[in-house]
């Protein structure tokens, strides 16, 4: 028995709606495009036609539906994110990159933008959302992206495969890195940019999809902070570093104090730190001395 679309959406709506989802509306959207394998401006279009879901096609969206109502990630029951120009794809065992890295990117891009054929290393890279973003908006750019988790750098090769992206990714721990994994990169790098961990360990997040979905390896920061990796990061980013050369480093709206902290004198010079398009502290920015 078919079903007309418009009835779908709106079923659809109130379902997510009632199960809390913080944006049922655009949800619904998205996953009924998925299951008709249809850009979203093409529904209205259907909408007006009278377009009847298939039997089939009903069956497969009740299913992403109720996982999408006990708030399993939109991204995973598609299969994709977009970040900045590119659709990525995630699923579970990997980070969902969110509208403030795409932000935190774009500075680095910016800084890096000014520079000829510049070195870019990104600590932390998850999925490659930065790093594939710096490589898709810099041609002339060498990128080099680092990745501790194993399921997490199984989904990077999958994006640098899938986008054919010339973004070297190298396996291994991002504290400490300069000394080992990065070595010959050590004293030649021109932008460093990381999305670490970094919440503190009694914070726990309150959004099912990232508390109960996302790699714990990519949440917690440690220490009672949440800043030792972040500060692990930095270290590395001193080594990498060429004098002169700029950080730029992801954290939470609170610890724009505690990011400043991991970078002084001598080491360290233009220390700032840089508010989101909401008016948040985000990211901490310091270039290399000497």
């Keep these: 028995m078919s079903i007309e679309l418009k009835s779908v959406l709106a079923g659809a709506v109130t379902l997510l709606s009632e199960a809390g ?32 879901l298939s039997a089939d096609e009903s069956s497969r969206l009740a299913g992403l539906l109720d996982q999408r109502s006990k708030r399993v990630p939109l991204q995973h029951l598609t299969g994709s ?5 590119l659709d990525l794809l995630v699923g579970p065992g990997v980070f969902i ?24 290393v990104d600590l932390c890279t998850g999925s ?19 990745e501790l988790d194993p399921p997490a750098v199984q989904w990077a090769q ?18 400490r890195c300069h ?29 099912p999809e990232v508390r109960d979905h996302d790699p714990v390896l990519a949440l ?8 030792a990796i972040p500060r692990g990061v930095v270290e590395a980013a001193a080594g990498l570093l060429r004098p002169g050369g700029l950080l730029v480093m992801e954290h939470a709206d ?8 991991l970078t002084s004198p001598p080491e360290w010079i233009d220390v700032h730190t840089q508010r989101d398009l909401t008016g948040r502290d985000r990211a901490l920015l310091a270039r290399r001395a000497g």
Excluded: K, M
Aim: hydrophobic content about 45%.
């Design 220 to 227: 917690y920061g440690g220490g009672d902070d949440g800043l």
């Design 158 to 175: 999958r994006n640098i495969e899938a986008l054919g992206s010339r973004v070297e990714l190298r396996p291994g721990d991002a504290v």
């Design 254 to 261: 609170v610890q724009g104090a505690g990011g400043r902290a």
């Design 81 to 85: 994110a977009g970040f900045r120009r």
């Design 21 to 52: 989802v913080p944006s049922p509306s655009a949800d619904a959207n998205i996953l009924v495009a998925h299951v008709l394998g249809v850009e979203r401006r093409e529904l209205s279009r259907r909408v007006i036609l009278g377009y009847q």
């Design 179 to 207: 000394e080992h994994l990065l070595a010959d990169l050590a004293g030649a790098v021109d932008v460093v940019v990381a999305n670490p961990p970094y919440i503190p360990p009694d914070a726990e997040p309150t959004e």
């Design 128 to 146: 490659g959302a930065i790093a594939l973003a710096l490589a898709d908006e810099l041609p002339a750019a060498r990128v080099v992206a680092v």
């Design 97 to 120: 990159p969110r509208v403030e890295t795409e932000w935190v990117a774009g500075v680095a891009i910016e800084a890096a933008s000014v520079l000829r054929d510049p070195l870019v």
